[in-house]
């Protein structure tokens, strides 16, 4: 546990936590709602957004207003983007596959056992699903979460303290990906039935772990026959075409290459 860690710097961690919670809700936040966001005691949150305000992470235009991103944290989510080549690479390709299948394309990575909108592509013609960078959606019982937890390792997949049910999801999903190539949870596996997704996985050398492309949108107009036979096969060409460019292997094979 990070608590009996004596390298773990906790105000850090504290810190860290308030400039997620701006990630996470997408809006400006008061004390108030950055503290019931993130759990911690409103005089911490004073001391915290403090120093973040000091150093340029929040800005506070207005006294005993809410605090928004400031130009630190803004230049620090621009420098992590072009940090990683293949977001930019990939961008209009996405956009072609939102616009050709008609659904919300992402790109998610995994935190804390969710899996996080990190880019979102809509189709020109209209709002999919009203979803925005940042928006969280479970590990457990989403396709995004069942193409992650598939292309793990065995130790890292460990690490997630897997129960049977847990295992099980995993096991389906590392089938899918060897049969086809990309993920669907079946209507018995989903967390809930009002959205249909596909995910693929791709392997990021620099994070040493997998992240998930996914399309998708309300079960009423995508249907599971047209994610698998349609939308599905669409995304693994388009993440294949990513592997080819960068020349990376698909991410089964580069997780079980890893050290």
């Known amino acids: ?3 009996a860690d004596r390298k773990f710097a906790n105000t850090l961690a504290r810190g860290l936590s308030v400039l997620q919670a701006f990630a996470t809700s997408g809006e400006a936040l008061t004390h108030a709602g950055i503290a019931r966001a993130t759990g911690l005691p409103k005089p911490t949150v004073s001391r915290l957004t403090y120093t973040l305000c000091t150093l340029g992470y929040l800005s ?3 006294r005993n207003g809410p605090f928004f991103p400031g130009p630190a944290a803004v230049m620090l989510g621009t420098a992590s983007g072009l940090s990683v080549p293949f977001f930019q690479s990939i961008s209009a390709p996405m956009q072609r596959l939102a616009e050709e299948t008609g659904t919300l394309c992402t790109i998610l990575l995994a935190h804390d056992r969710e899996m996080v909108l990190t880019r979102t592509w809509q189709p020109s013609a209209g709002t999919v699903l009203r979803v ?10 989403t396709s ?3 193409a992650w937890i598939a292309a793990l390792t065995q130790k890292q997949f460990e690490t997630l303290d897997p129960d049977p049910q847990l295992r099980a999801f995993r096991e389906s999903g590392h089938m899918q990906l060897l049969r086809r190539g990309f993920t669907v949870a079946t ?3 989903r967390s809930g039935g009002q959205v249909n997704a596909v995910g693929v996985p791709y392997f990021v050398p620099a994070f040493g772990l997998p992240v998930v492309f996914s399309c998708g949108g309300p079960a009423g107009r995508l249907t599971e ?4 036979n349609e939308t599905g096969p669409a995304l693994r060409e388009v993440v294949q075409a990513l592997e080819r460019q960068t020349g990376q292997p698909p991410a089964l094979i580069a997780g079980s290459r890893k050290t």
């Open 60 to 62: 506070q235009p207005e």
């Open 1 to 3: 546990m990070v608590a």
């Open 144 to 146: 995004s979460g069942q």
């Open 187 to 189: 209507r018995a596996e």
């Open 225 to 228: 026959t047209e994610l698998e």
């Open 132 to 141: 925005r960078d940042g928006h969280r959606i479970p590990l457990m019982g």
